[in-house]
């Protein structure tokens, strides 16, 4: 079974620069999430989807942070315009069909955003 | 709001010492907790998940606990050996939207 797939792997921009990420779940996931992990702190949730729809995006950064998931599929996260602070290591995970409470999130490997 | 914590931050030990990790959380209403490694420039791989209801779980030399009620969980690792250099990061799944909230993650480094 492949795993979660995630491009770019690095990412290295100017302050108020645009950058997107890219995101592919395991096959027949439907749940997925976004977290961001700044160096030295756990990863926090920034938005989760139960196929198209949103079910958490309560710490997303919504003035500059976007994202979707069309088709239920691949999702892609969009920073527009970047600050320094936004520089962390951006994660995906899925979780199986119904994203039950028992359910194993299966995570990617990162994309590291450097943002000078 | 779920606070997560990991004590030690980092751990240093000599192969095949028997070792304690330490994660608490402040919100006992929790739906499972899971342990997770995470190697440097990789994401994170899931070792265990204790479900609410459940005491421990156990993986080959890995054992998870779990106390509800002290809002306290231990991930024991015996007989260590230096391919388990890594952060361990312990998460609570709470609330209606199954969120996970992460500890800091406890880096430990098993020296030959």
């Known amino acids: 079974e492949a795993g979660v797939a995630q491009s770019p792997r690095y990412k290295i921009i100017e302050k108020r620069q645009s950058v997107a990420f890219w995101c592919n779940p395991i096959?027949?996931?439907?749940?997925l999430y976004w977290y961001q992990q700044i160096l030295g702190q756990g990863p926090k949730l920034l938005i989760q989807?139960?196929?198209?729809?949103?079910?958490?995006d309560s710490q997303l950064p919504k003035d500059r942070f976007s994202a979707e998931r069309l088709k239920g599929v691949d999702s892609t996260l969009k920073i527009q315009p970047a600050k320094l602070e936004d520089s962390a290591v951006y994660l995906c995970?899925?979780?199986?069909?119904?994203?039950?409470?028992?359910?194993?999130?299966?995570f990617g490997p990162g994309t590291r955003l450097t943002v000078l | 709001k779920q606070e997560v914590t990991q004590i030690p931050a980092a751990l240093s030990v000599p192969e095949g010492e028997n070792l304690v990790l330490n994660c608490s959380f402040t919100?006992?209403?929790?739906?499972?907790l899971q342990w997770f490694r995470q190697d440097p420039g990789k994401g994170l791989t899931s070792l265990l998940l204790?479900?609410?209801?459940?005491r421990e779980q156990t993986s080959g030399r890995l054992n998870a606990s779990l106390d509800k009620s002290s809002g306290r969980s231990t991930l024991y690792i015996a007989a260590s050996q230096p391919g388990d250099s890594a952060t361990y990061l312990c998460?609570?799944?709470?609330?209606?939207?199954?969120?996970?909230?992460f500890g800091t993650g406890t880096q430990l480094k098993v020296e030959l």
């Open positions: 204790i479900q609410s209801s459940q």
């Open positions: 919100d006992s209403a929790i739906y499972n």
């Open positions: 096959s027949g996931h439907a749940t």
């Open positions: 989807f139960q196929n198209n729809g949103v079910v958490d």
């Open positions: 995970a899925s979780s199986s069909v119904r994203g039950a409470r028992t359910d194993t999130q299966y």
């Open positions: 998460a609570a799944l709470t609330g209606g939207g199954n969120k996970l909230t």
